[in-house]
């Protein structure tokens, strides 16, 4: 996240002197209203390196619009040490992000947390410690299967670069595509976000197995688990949205 990209006049009191970016920003953010920024404060001054401090930056701020006029709520939400546990993580994961969408996404699933009528926040913030394990091709993988459940008009898979399945002749370049694309999926998979759908052979068949890919014949789908952790980050299956 650069500078650069930083809106040029701030909603807030951040100053941007380089000369001290760490400390100003620790300071602006314990200022900012409502409570999220004396939160996040004292993290970014404790642990954050300098020159990820405007990610973290974006993050309060986007978290400070969402719940803009009910600062009342806010003060009862954070005596709670679970809620501000995960803010924090939010904070964390906000600094090694790389784009201003991931920050988004974290920004939703945190908000979306605090916000939920249920108070088991613990439970929510797997969903954040789950977000942090995937990286944002995955995510994207992860939204594409999750469009596609339910129904879509479009081709949720047409933005994602997914390579032809390499064959017998394929040259080196190919075999790796495909397997670090495989290997995004068998990620998905082994986090619970995807799911494998066994076809049911004609009665009296055996299933089919596949040699090539050491399984019986499957299609993948998103799973539940998937689908709620898209639903956090604002990121709804079509099945899952409120009609």
Do not use: C, W
Not at 106 to 124: M, S
């Amino acid at each position: 996240m650069s500078k650069e990209n930083l809106p040029e006049t701030p909603i807030d009191d951040l100053e941007h002197d380089q000369r001290d970016a760490l400390a100003a920003t620790g300071r602006a953010l314990a200022g900012l209203v409502p409570m999220f920024g004396g939160v996040v404060g004292e993290l970014v001054t404790r642990t954050i390196p300098e020159q990820r401090t405007d990610r973290v930056v974006r993050y309060v701020r986007g978290l400070n619009a969402r719940f803009d006029g009910i600062e009342a709520r806010l003060q009862e939400l954070l005596t709670d040490p679970n809620n501000v546990d995960l803010v924090e993580e939010g904070g964390y994961q906000s600094a090694r992000a790389t784009s201003d969408e991931r920050i988004q996404h974290i920004t939703a699933l945190v908000a979306n947390g605090l916000d939920a009528d249920d108070a088991d926040v613990i439970r929510r913030k797997r969903l954040a410690r789950l977000l942090g394990q995937i990286d944002d091709d995955e995510l994207a993988l992860l939204n594409a299967y999750g469009q596609s459940y339910g129904g879509s008009n479009q081709n949720p898979f047409a933005a994602i670069s997914r390579p032809d399945p390499a064959h017998l002749g394929s040259g080196i370049e190919e075999i790796d595509a495909e397997k670090l694309y495989e290997a995004g999926v068998e990620h998905l998979l082994s986090l619970g976000l995807l799911t494998k759908n066994y076809r049911n052979p004609p009665r009296g068949e055996a299933p089919k197995f596949d040699a090539r890919k050491g399984d019986y014949e499957h299609s993948r789908e998103v799973s539940y688990l998937g689908r709620l952790l898209l639903r956090f980050i604002d990121r709804p299956s079509p099945i899952d949205i409120e009609k």
